[in-house]
């Protein structure tokens, strides 16, 4: 994966464009943070795909809180499901 700063991106937009139409994917960077990325436009993406494509992301609070939120309701609803299938 490519790491391009944000002020070189919005300059030369059409070029990174053009690599992400080919298929690369580029970490746009602000302040040497990272802050977004430019992935190719796709209906599916194999699984080692996109793990190599989020690896290095790190979650903060609030990422955790809403995964932690989504598993709370998964856990709920497979109880759920489990108590009326019980009956």
Not at 23 to 35: C, E, F, M
Not at 43 to 55: H, R, V
Not at 57 to 67: G, V
Not at 71 to 80: H, K, Y
Request: aromatic share 6%; charged share 30%; proline share 1%.
């Amino acid at each position: 994966m490519k790491t391009a700063d944000a002020t070189a991106v919005v300059r030369e937009f059409g070029r990174f464009l053009s690599l992400v139409e080919a298929g690369q994917s580029i970490r746009i960077t602000k302040h040497g943070r990272s802050v977004a990325r430019l992935v190719p436009d796709r209906d599916f993406m194999a699984g080692k795909e996109a793990a190599a494509l989020f690896g290095g992301y790190k979650a903060d609070k609030l990422d955790r809180a809403a995964a932690d939120a989504i598993a709370a309701s998964v856990a709920e609803l497979d109880r759920e499901a489990d108590d009326a299938l019980a009956h």
